[in-house]
């Protein structure tokens, strides 16, 4: 019996190992900082997109929402929570996240505090993995599977004056009108009441619905996706959002987004 339980053991982390669950574009895991394995149980279920809040404490990138209150503390840094076991799975699927999955894999970084200089101890950070990163260095584009997306204090001038860029930036919708270059802004995100104009989902109509599409009508004319977030986690709404093309949806509930896009994968 132990022996067979070992085999059955063995046998489930090689299709784990092997990347054999299904990879969901369209899946962003919110709020990682509250999970025990955040990037472990965002991979498990499919997850082609994470977000990290970091914080800058002494020279060092922490994941963490709020600063802790002791000088002693338990958070992990973002080189070992994220960094590293990214770069592993990278190296062991031979360049890829998911394999055969042609897609890029998002790794946004919210900052919380102190954004120029978490923006240097970042690239520091970065520098070590760039392989895996899709980065422009001297105006000269390299693919990677990677796309570190930064949001929260986004250090702008800091990124647009690098010669070694290892980052992107998280666009806000008055960022349109400026017209960021694609590969720099990628991406474009707002609190999903903001964009509707409402606090409840009981009050999302069409009319606040259509919003929605004339952003991401906006946004794509740019080449740009569009990511809400604080948004309930409600299927109606997912349909909705898939409907109007969102790039990606957010969500905290990792296996209920997952069932739900699995069972509309095809449709």
């Given at each position: 019996m132990k022996?067979?339980?070992?085999?059955?053991?063995?046998?489930g982390?090689?299709?784990y190992?092997?990347g054999?669950v299904?990879?969901?574009?369209?899946a962003h895991s919110h709020n990682?900082?509250?999970?025990e394995?955040?990037?472990?149980?965002a991979?498990a279920?499919g997850f082609?997109?994470?977000?990290?809040?970091?914080l800058?404490?002494?020279?060092?990138?922490?994941?963490?929402?709020?600063?802790?209150?002791?000088?002693?503390?338990?958070?992990?840094?973002?080189?070992?929570q994220?960094?590293k076991?990214?770069y592993k799975?990278f190296k062991a699927?031979n360049?890829e996240?998911y394999k055969g999955?042609?897609?890029?894999f998002?790794?946004?970084i919210?900052?919380?505090?102190?954004?120029?200089?978490?923006?240097?101890?970042?690239r520091?950070?970065?520098d070590?993995f760039r392989?895996?990163?899709?980065?422009y260095?001297?105006g000269e584009?390299h693919?990677?599977k990677?796309?570190v997306?930064?949001s929260?204090?986004r250090?702008?001038r800091?990124?647009?004056?690098?010669?070694?860029?290892l980052?992107t930036?998280?666009?806000?919708?008055?960022?349109?009108?400026?017209?960021?270059?694609?590969?720099?802004m990628?991406?474009?995100s707002?609190?999903?009441?903001k964009?509707?104009?409402v606090?409840?989902?009981?009050e999302?109509?069409e009319k606040?619905?259509q919003r929605?599409y004339?952003?991401v009508a906006k946004a794509?004319?740019?080449?740009?996706?569009v990511?809400?977030?604080?948004?309930?986690?409600?299927?109606?709404l997912w349909?909705?959002?898939?409907k109007?093309g969102v790039?990606?949806i957010n969500t905290d509930?990792?296996g209920?987004?997952?069932r739900?896009?699995?069972?509309?994968?095809d449709r």
């Amino acid at each position: 019996m132990k022996n067979l339980i070992w085999t059955l053991f063995l046998l489930g982390s090689s299709v784990y190992m092997s990347g054999q669950v299904t990879p969901l574009p369209l899946a962003h895991s919110h709020n990682d900082y509250e999970r025990e394995n955040p990037l472990a149980d965002a991979l498990a279920n499919g997850f082609t997109s994470v977000e990290a809040d970091i914080l800058f404490i002494y020279g060092k990138l922490y994941v963490g929402h709020n600063m802790p209150n002791k000088k002693r503390h338990d958070l992990k840094t973002l080189t070992k929570q994220y960094l590293k076991p990214l770069y592993k799975r990278f190296k062991a699927n031979n360049g890829e996240i998911y394999k055969g999955y042609d897609g890029d894999f998002y790794l946004w970084i919210d900052i919380k505090f102190e954004s120029g200089q978490a923006y240097q101890a970042l690239r520091e950070r970065l520098d070590p993995f760039r392989e895996m990163l899709n980065y422009y260095e001297n105006g000269e584009f390299h693919k990677g599977k990677v796309t570190v997306i930064l949001s929260g204090e986004r250090p702008f001038r800091d990124l647009l004056f690098d010669d070694l860029q290892l980052m992107t930036l998280d666009g806000r919708p008055d960022d349109l009108a400026k017209n960021y270059d694609t590969p720099l802004m990628p991406f474009i995100s707002e609190h999903a009441g903001k964009v509707c104009q409402v606090k409840n989902y009981e009050e999302v109509g069409e009319k606040e619905i259509q919003r929605i599409y004339e952003l991401v009508a906006k946004a794509t004319a740019q080449g740009k996706k569009v990511r809400l977030w604080a948004t309930p986690e409600e299927e109606g709404l997912w349909k909705e959002l898939q409907k109007a093309g969102v790039g990606l949806i957010n969500t905290d509930d990792l296996g209920r987004l997952r069932r739900y896009l699995q069972s509309n994968i095809d449709r």
